[in-house]
């Protein structure tokens, strides 16, 4: 039941592409017509419109100025394809009718956009657990004049609701803290690494002991005239044989232990 956000950043205005077609061609799937949805959270509830339809083998760009007029000032625009229509209110995040896969999944573009350049991957995102945590750490920083570094965590949980966090971000080298600082379930939180004082020979780790999410790393040369976007994987999918979720708890307990921010 994946959603896809449109993101944003700054210098940035975000873009995202649904397609109405299979990502393989091994496993079953309806060619029918879709909805085309927007959901996000209003005064403690979800609101889903539907924005049209999209034929099978088809594909729909939809950008920020789409629905920065249907949704609330900071709230979450989540876009999804379903075959029947979505209700209007609800108090937990929909259960979509719609095709899926299982390797790859069904993914859209998301991308962010400025006057000169445009960077995305392939994403989607299904709600988190309220009681998970998140341990990532990030070779991807770029460094030098005119460059900027920012972390976006991208939540989404059943409820609607914009619960507040705490972000810890320290050197994996010296386990100092670098930077703290809140972020809500629900939305792309937008972090500035500038002032944590990172290098090249810094390897950063995030660590949020009460919110999953997906973190995503933006970069962004000379106010937006180029951009990067990378984002990296739990740590258990980089477990091959065994329990790969028990390798991620031992993991987690260990940073979680090492890199206390009460030092």
Same mark, same amino acid.
């Given at each position: ?73 900071? @709230? ?28 790859? @999944? ?33 070779? %991807? ?94 740590? @258990? ?7 790969? %979720? ?18």
């Amino acid at each position: 039941m994946s959603y896809y956000p449109i993101l944003n950043a700054p210098y940035c205005s975000g873009e995202t592409t649904l397609y109405n077609f299979p990502p393989n061609n091994w496993e079953p799937a309806d060619k029918v017509n879709q909805y085309v949805n927007l959901t996000f959270t209003q005064d403690g509830i979800w609101r889903s419109l539907t924005l049209g339809n999209l034929d099978y083998q088809a594909y729909k760009k939809i950008d920020n100025n789409d629905v920065t007029n249907l949704i609330p000032e900071g @709230a979450l625009p989540l876009l999804s394809l379903s075959k029947s229509m979505l209700p209007r209110t609800s108090k937990e995040l929909p259960v979509l009718n719609c095709n899926h896969t299982v390797v790859p @999944a069904y993914r859209s573009t998301l991308s962010l956009k400025s006057d000169s350049a445009t960077t995305s991957y392939q994403g989607e995102v299904n709600p988190f657990p309220p009681q998970a945590s998140l341990l990532t750490f990030s070779p %991807f920083l770029q460094f030098g004049v005119d460059i900027e570094n920012y972390l976006l965590l991208l939540n989404l949980e059943k409820l609607p609701q914009n619960r507040m966090v705490e972000v810890e971000i320290y050197d994996a080298h010296s386990k100092l803290m670098k930077k703290k600082q809140d972020a809500y379930s629900n939305r792309v939180n937008i972090i500035s690494l500038g002032d944590a004082e990172f290098d090249e020979q810094s390897l950063p780790v995030v660590i949020c002991r009460e919110m999953a999410a997906i973190p995503l790393y933006f970069s962004s040369y000379k106010k937006g005239k180029l951009l990067s976007l990378e984002h990296t994987h739990p740590p @258990a999918s980089f477990v091959v044989h065994g329990n790969r %979720f028990d390798v991620q708890k031992q993991l987690k307990q260990y940073w979680f232990s090492q890199l206390r921010n009460d030092k």
